[in-house]
């Protein structure tokens, strides 16, 4: 997923003379074409997350539309307030590709674990939040990115990524998919964890409970609609994300929930981290495992709703 996004960056840029690129300390080899070929808009200005985001404000006010990339935690800690103050409210196109959302670096431990890394931007006005499930998904995002309005952050996997999504299936920032119905429940997920909500419906299946799927890409702005539609179909709802459970996903969705007075309440739960930071150092899959973030974990919430345990 990360080679695709930087990969249509470049060809993006290829095609259009407003693009820039700005890295922060990354790979000696990244975007080696692009620095090859387009030197002048190509920056590697090393850690200083604070400069970078000033410097592509600047550009961004001269009309440029700016590809800053580096690891997700660094651009949404390090830096808020220049993001706050410099993008945001000024509504800037600045896209802010954060590498290893949710617990990608889990070797390296919660310094890098970017866990809440969208309750910060989803409390900033005029802040876009996208998170594609695969490459095949980011390849059809990425073109929609270089005339959007404002500032954007596109969270990015570990890559690698098995392919879930359709190509043949048309993309928009701000919408959200239904990618299997059902009348029995409804799994809400976004990002990489659209894989085990797909793998949980069939484990509920099995169990003769109907479990739609909704996946949610762009997070903010949420597809409310879309989002109510589904839900006043089903009685239980259950979100996933690699993500706290404080201000993400599950958060956004509890507040829609919350506010479209359904006649009969939804029986409800978010799967995410505990308000905790990672106690452990280890692999993604073991760390997700730990928080139940699996297949088997979805599966289970919703039968625990449904009263079927």
């Not at 695709?4 to 259009?16: E, F, H, I, K, S």
């Not at 000696?28 to 620095?35: G, N, S």
């Not at 005339?147 to 952050?153: I, L, Q, S």
């Not at 879309?226 to 507040?255: F, I, N, Q, R, W």
């Amino acid at each position: 997923m990360r080679k695709t996004c930087l990969d249509m960056v470049y060809a993006l840029a290829q095609q259009d003379e407003r693009i820039f690129f700005i890295g922060s300390d990354l790979g000696f080899e990244t975007l080696q074409a692009f620095k090859t070929q387009i030197p002048e808009r190509f920056f590697m200005e090393g850690v200083s997350e604070a400069h970078v985001i000033g410097m592509a404000a600047g550009l961004a006010l001269e009309g440029k539309v700016v590809y800053v990339n580096t690891i997700a935690t660094f651009i949404t800690r390090r830096c808020f307030e220049q993001v706050a103050l410099d993008l945001c409210l000024h509504n800037l196109p600045v896209r802010l590709i954060g590498n290893g959302g949710g617990m990608v670096y889990a070797p390296l431990g919660p310094t890098h674990e970017a866990i809440e890394d969208i309750a910060i931007f989803r409390a900033l006005p005029h802040m876009t939040i996208v998170a594609p499930a695969d490459a095949e998904e980011m390849r059809r995002l990425m073109p929609q990115t270089a005339d959007y309005p404002g500032p954007m952050y596109i969270r990015i996997a570990k890559g690698g990524d098995p392919v879930v999504t359709d190509s043949r299936r048309p993309f928009e920032i701000g919408k959200a998919y239904l990618m299997r119905p059902g009348t029995d429940a409804l799994l809400v997920s976004t990002g990489v964890m659209l894989k085990p909500a797909l793998d949980a419906a069939n484990k509920l299946a099995e169990k003769q409970v109907r479990a739609a799927v909704l996946h949610v890409p762009t997070v903010k702005p949420l597809d409310t609609q879309t989002l109510l539609d589904c839900a006043g179909k089903v009685p239980v709802v259950v979100t996933l994300e690699e993500h706290s459970v404080v201000g993400g996903l599950g958060s956004a969705v509890a507040e829609a929930l919350a506010e479209a007075n359904f006649a009969a309440p939804k029986r409800f739960r978010r799967l995410g981290l505990p308000d905790v930071y990672p106690d452990q150092y280890g692999s993604q899959a073991s760390l997700m495992a730990r928080y139940g973030l699996t297949a088997d974990g979805a599966a289970a919430a919703v039968l625990a709703l449904a009263g079927k345990v």
